[in-house]
């Protein structure tokens, strides 16, 4: 089984906002990407640092509203968000 891991959001400053978890990097921000304002034509740049480690995975992230899917259950609306993450990159810190 995999083991879940904790990935936090970093700007470019170095401050660190918000944690997301994921069993990979992608899963973590897709979900970061699901809570920001990119569009397809302008995605969002995201930074994340697994806790414990100097690496950042770097994405580049949109959200895109469609239809719900034909087998949905009542209480989902009509429309709904679908993230979408394209990987731009790894980069290492010397220190956190």
């Known amino acids: ?3 879940t891991r904790n990935f936090v959001l970093r700007e470019k400053n170095g401050k660190e906002t918000g944690v997301f ?3 990979q990097p992608r899963q973590a921000a897709l979900k970061a990407a699901n809570r920001s304002k990119g569009t397809k034509s302008k995605p ?3 930074r994340l640092r697994e806790r414990g480690s100097k690496k950042i995975h770097i994405y580049k992230g ?3 509203v469609v ?3 034909k087998n949905k259950p009542k209480w989902m609306p009509a429309n709904i968000n679908k993230p979408n ?3 731009a990159g790894i980069e290492k810190l010397k220190k956190i």
Request: aromatic share 6%; charged share 35%.
């Open 1 to 3: 089984m995999a083991k």
């Open 44 to 46: 969002v740049e995201i």
């Open 62 to 64: 949109w959200k895109e």
């Open 21 to 23: 978890t994921g069993n």
């Open 67 to 69: 239809p719900a899917p």
């Open 85 to 87: 993450v394209k990987k």
